[in-house]
């Protein structure tokens, strides 16, 4: 069955089943040997996948492939479709004799169609319109009250892509404006811990609100 086979490409025949039994049914494994396109398959685990058997020719992509002419990168990762539309995430590398010479391929195929189908599930159920905001719901049950102000005062500033000290007036401001949304200067002592995380005055982070709230 093998005879007159390269013995590199013969080595590889066991890597052929190991390799499917490792990623599952889904996952289709072909060795190729280009000398013959027209019964270039000389292994194959899961031929299921794509229907192909050993003794089978060389599919379209393989043969663009030899068209090319092209072997110094392998083929990683591109998609492809079966004839009844089955969705394949693909994988073709060259193999090589010892002078640098084609001899063969290796495929790997794997079957992404229900994959697929689960994520486009999973974006329609999570999709969100674009004014939704995510609200962190970082911490445990034992948090305090001001666990959660002092996490919630370090998220903005963290937005805010500078240390404190560089923040000009508008950006506090607006830091300020951004807690004043969310009810922070709801809890007891927030005008206080932010007056002094901001490194301002309490006075000044009342004049910030009631600029605010002229604005609204």
């Given at each position: 069955?093998?005879?007159?086979?390269?013995?590199?490409?013969?080595?590889?025949?066991p890597?052929?089943?190991?390799?499917?039994?490792?990623?599952?049914?889904?996952?289709?494994?072909?060795?190729?040997?280009?000398?013959?396109?027209?019964?270039?398959?000389?292994?194959?685990?899961?031929?299921?996948?794509?229907?192909?058997?050993?003794?089978?020719?060389?599919?379209?992509?393989?043969?663009?492939?030899?068209?090319?002419?092209n072997?110094?990168?392998?083929?990683?990762?591109?998609?492809?479709?079966?004839?009844?539309?089955?969705?394949?995430?693909?994988?073709?590398?060259?193999?090589?004799?010892?002078?640098?010479?084609?001899?063969?391929?290796?495929?790997?195929?794997?079957?992404?169609?229900?994959?697929?189908?689960?994520?486009?599930?999973?974006?329609?159920?999570?999709?969100?319109?674009?004014?939704?905001?995510?609200?962190?719901?970082?911490?445990?049950?034992?948090?305090?009250?001001?666990?959660?102000?002092?996490?919630?005062?370090?998220?903005?500033?963290?937005?805010?892509?500078?240390?404190?000290?560089?923040?000009?007036?508008?950006?506090?401001?607006?830091?300020?404006?951004?807690?004043?949304?969310?009810?922070?200067?709801?809890?007891?002592?927030?005008?206080?811990?932010?007056?002094?995380?901001?490194?301002?005055?309490?006075?000044?982070?009342y004049?910030?609100?009631?600029?605010?709230?002229?604005?609204?």
């Amino acid at each position: 069955m093998y005879e007159g086979l390269h013995p590199i490409l013969k080595n590889m025949i066991p890597l052929v089943d190991s390799i499917a039994k490792t990623f599952g049914k889904s996952c289709e494994v072909v060795l190729h040997d280009v000398r013959n396109p027209d019964n270039s398959i000389v292994a194959i685990a899961n031929g299921h996948v794509t229907n192909r058997v050993v003794g089978g020719p060389m599919s379209e992509y393989g043969l663009a492939d030899l068209r090319r002419g092209n072997y110094d990168n392998n083929k990683m990762n591109y998609l492809k479709k079966t004839k009844d539309g089955r969705v394949l995430k693909s994988t073709s590398m060259y193999i090589k004799d010892e002078k640098g010479s084609l001899i063969g391929f290796l495929c790997i195929n794997v079957d992404i169609s229900e994959l697929t189908v689960i994520r486009n599930l999973i974006n329609d159920f999570t999709f969100m319109s674009d004014d939704v905001s995510f609200v962190n719901a970082e911490g445990s049950g034992t948090d305090t009250i001001n666990d959660v102000l002092a996490r919630i005062v370090d998220r903005i500033l963290e937005s805010m892509g500078k240390p404190v000290a560089f923040l000009t007036k508008e950006e506090k401001v607006n830091v300020v404006q951004q807690l004043e949304a969310q009810g922070v200067f709801l809890v007891k002592g927030a005008i206080d811990y932010v007056a002094k995380i901001l490194c301002v005055s309490r006075y000044t982070i009342y004049n910030y609100l009631d600029e605010i709230r002229v604005e609204v």
